[in-house]
């Protein structure tokens, strides 16, 4: 039966809430406010970055310290962060 309900996806929308919870508390208030998590897809996390010079010092200057916190409380379930250009927020 829980072979089932993760095939279906049905734990989905509450495993998402999770790792949007998670972002928000290990990227901390600024850096939430310009970005939303997009999914979890073969231990890739995407996140999407609603503006160029943000999605920029993300790669550049914080990828690993992000990552690493995050695999700190998330486990090695994640193992690679991704950062993409996004339009909107929502």
């Not at 999914?39 to 999605?55: C, D, E, Q, R, Y």
């Amino acid at each position: 039966m829980g072979r089932l309900i993760q095939m279906r996806g049905y734990g989905r929308p509450q495993g998402d809430a999770e790792l949007r919870d998670l972002w928000s508390s290990i990227a901390g208030e600024q850096i939430a406010a310009g970005t939303r998590v997009m999914g979890l897809k073969n231990g890739v996390l995407t996140v999407g970055v609603n503006s160029s010079p943000l999605l920029s010092e993300l790669s550049s200057f914080h990828h690993e310290r992000l990552l690493e916190a995050l695999q700190a409380k998330h486990g090695k379930r994640i193992r690679d962060l991704k950062f993409k250009r996004t339009t909107t927020r929502g």
